[in-house]
């Protein structure tokens, strides 16, 4: 295996692989060839990954694997499916999409995970984890009920692996008696000993054919013989136990072959080869390093989970310039600047800043994540608070109520969740949390459109599924100030709460250092409206007040910061209805159901005839992009919003010169 130092800036050699437009010239290569696809695999993998930024460490961690599987399997025929997509960019390499990689994840570009409409060799869509045993299960019974010999396979990792979801999959699976490969791509938990030799050995032999030819027709023979049958399925049990965590999976109904070395492709791909025709449920065993080729990423498989595009050379320069981690560990405080205008901080430091002190003022506070420590921004709360922290692992469901438990027993619970996963602990968060009007703390972070991932990780429905909820209270801030104080509401208020901010930084205000609330359900009028022309009021909901306050001044409109979706601010919505010709709501959120039709339904019962235009997000999921980009595409950038607004007010006018 080739290792590498650095990320090559210019594109590698890559003879090998330039000739694979399919998979299928895979099955007919031999051991040395394969190898030298993997190498080659890998280098163009960190040049395209340079490129453009994205996914990294996961990668890198199953080249061997993902040539080993495409070798070893008839795809697309045969159906393989990613769990989560973090490491399926060598897969979209090997499948057609090589030549477009250095786009993926930016606008109009490839998706940042596997999906059914960019390839055939994309069998199921997914972005979020612990899917793919449930998706490849029902597509191995789907050819089942057909007749067709087609195989379903599923790649999970050792942390998708802890969600409820995938363990409940497994079960079925094995009571079905399906034929699904599930592969456990294990690159940090320790569920077994380091791989070496013998167990590779084991592996390869447990899978053979031999093997389970003479496995299979021993027990025929045996099956004649009173109580030999029940003594050889003990026998081999326990020697199997001896030599590989074989147990748990053996016990849920799976054939359990393994541990192997995720990196040993010559043994990889003989051993799923005899895997692919063996009836029934079976359960590859793979030890991966996340990160491997790559030395930094072996020695930082956190921080490189996923890197920034690598910056341009300038001219005469030979060195590669630095690489930069997408979520670095923080080392600590850095030195003030002397800029007087502080450095806009990102609204996830915000909170993480915020849970650290609140946690000093009230020793009732539990901080609770499901697998976002790095990206909740828990680090350093987890270092000075460890008995307080708890990472439920992917868990969504579980940490809500987990939270749930904990606020009946008195104590503060704050979930700091993506808003993407909170749609999976949404059950919950109405059954455990709300009905029982529990004191629950939501940090909803990612509201919005977080841009590159896409469809699968935009925050977009929230205000929607959150704002019927009775009893929660949805707060949304429209800077850093407002969401430190908002965060402070929340935690105070006697019952179940949320404050949704989105990704990256604020507009850079600077943060104060106390711990007072906002009040909730006030809004905060920034602008009034002057002039002769039709008055408008600019209603804007959290990000958007940026952006409302430029298309303010352009109109000459009033601007009101709406700060609490939910309770509204009946009063200001009425007072802002009576003195204005057009309420505009402006939301990063689908419209469906949003903070505008809240304003709506505010406005009906008080028998108003106010008239609204509603802007936020379409009624469609919105592709992948820079944010900016995005907003732009759905017209809630300044120039878009400042459009509809026009284009509304010349169509009002048309209907009043109609109708005098």
């Not at 000993?193 to 390869?204: D, F, K, P, T, W």
């Not at 708890?390 to 469901?397: C, F, G, K, L, T």
């Not at 109109?555 to 009425?574: F, G, I, W, Y």
Request: charged share 20%.
């Amino acid at each position: 295996m080739k290792l590498f130092d650095d990320i090559p800036v210019e594109r590698p050699a890559t003879p090998l692989l330039d000739t694979l437009e399919t998979p299928a010239a895979l099955r007919a290569m031999d051991d040395t060839q394969l190898a030298q696809v993997a190498d080659e695999l890998r280098a163009y993998l960190l040049y395209s990954v340079g490129v453009s930024g994205g996914h990294f460490g996961a990668g890198l961690g199953v080249v061997e694997l993902t040539v080993a599987l495409h070798h070893a399997l008839e795809t697309p025929y045969d159906r393989l499916v990613w769990d989560v997509g973090h490491q399926a960019y060598p897969h979209k390499i090997l499948t057609g999409r090589r030549q477009a990689m250095t786009g993926i994840r930016q606008y109009g570009g490839l998706a940042a995970f596997p999906r059914r409409a960019e390839s055939e060799y994309d069998t199921f869509g997914v972005g979020h984890s612990s899917t793919s045993v449930s998706a490849a299960l029902g597509m191995a019974l789907a050819a089942r009920a057909r007749g067709d010999n087609r195989r379903a396979c599923a790649v999970i990792g050792d942390g998708a692996l802890t969600a409820g979801m995938a363990f409940e999959a497994l079960a079925h699976a094995g009571h079905v008696d399906a034929n699904l490969l599930v592969v456990l791509n294990d690159n940090e938990m320790s569920i077994s000993e380091n791989v070496g030799g013998i167990a590779s050995y084991l592996a390869r032999i447990l899978a053979s054919k031999p093997y389970t030819s003479m496995r299979e027709g021993g027990k025929k023979v045996l099956s004649h013989l009173p109580g030999a049958l029940e003594l050889a399925r003990r026998t081999e049990e326990h020697m199997k136990g001896m030599v590989s965590p074989a147990t748990l999976f053996e016990e849920m109904g799976f054939n359990y072959i393994g541990p192997i070395d995720g990196h040993d492709l010559t043994a990889l791909a003989q051993t799923l080869r005899n895997m692919r025709d063996l009836d029934g449920p079976q359960f590859l065993h793979v030890k991966t390093r996340k990160g491997r080729g790559f030395l930094p990423a072996e020695a930082d498989p956190i921080g490189y989970h996923a890197i920034t595009k690598l910056e341009k050379r300038e001219p005469g320069k030979s060195e590669a310039p630095p690489l930069k981690p997408a979520n670095p560990v923080p080392e600590g405080p850095k030195p003030q600047s002397d800029v007087s205008r502080p450095k806009p901080k990102k609204y996830c430091a915000v909170f993480g800043d915020w849970l650290c002190d609140m946690a000093v003022a009230d020793d009732r506070l539990i901080g609770i994540t499901p697998a976002m420590r790095e990206g909740s921004d828990l680090i350093r709360f987890s270092q000075e608070h460890p008995t307080r922290y708890y990472d439920v692992a992917i868990a969504e469901q579980h940490a809500v109520t987990l939270a749930a438990g904990m606020a009946c027993e008195a104590m503060k619970p704050v979930v700091a969740i993506y808003s993407t996963f909170l749609q999976r602990g949404y059950d919950q968060l109405i059954h455990d949390v709300a009905v029982q009007e529990l004191d629950v703390t939501f940090a909803i972070d990612r509201a919005g459109l977080v841009g590159e991932d896409g469809p699968t990780h935009h925050g977009a429905l929230d205000l929607s599924y959150l704002r019927c909820v009775p009893g929660l209270v949805v707060l949304a801030p429209a800077d850093e100030a407002e969401c430190r104080a908002m965060l402070s509401a929340a935690y105070h208020h006697a019952g179940p709460a949320a404050v949704r901010y989105p990704r990256g930084t604020g507009p850079g205000v600077e943060i104060p250092e106390h711990l007072e609330p906002l009040a909730i359900g006030e809004a905060q009028r920034r602008r009034r409206a002057g002039g002769d022309g039709p008055r408008v009021a600019l209603l804007a909901f959290g990000s958007l007040n940026g952006p409302a306050a430029e298309v303010a001044e352009r109109l000459d409109a009033t601007h009101l910061n709406m700060r609490s979706v939910k309770p509204l601010d009946r009063e200001a919505v009425l007072a802002a209805a009576a003195e204005h010709d057009l309420l505009v709501t402006l939301e990063e959120n689908v419209i469906a159901g949003g903070a505008g039709s809240g304003v709506n339904d505010v406005l009906m019962a008080a028998g108003h005839p106010g008239v609204t235009l509603n802007l936020g997000l379409p009624d469609a999921f919105v592709e992948h992009g820079k944010p900016a980009e995005l907003l732009t595409e759905c017209g809630l950038d300044a120039a878009g919003i400042e459009a509809a607004i026009r284009r509304r007010l010349a169509a009002d006018a048309v209907e009043q010169g109609e109708t005098s």
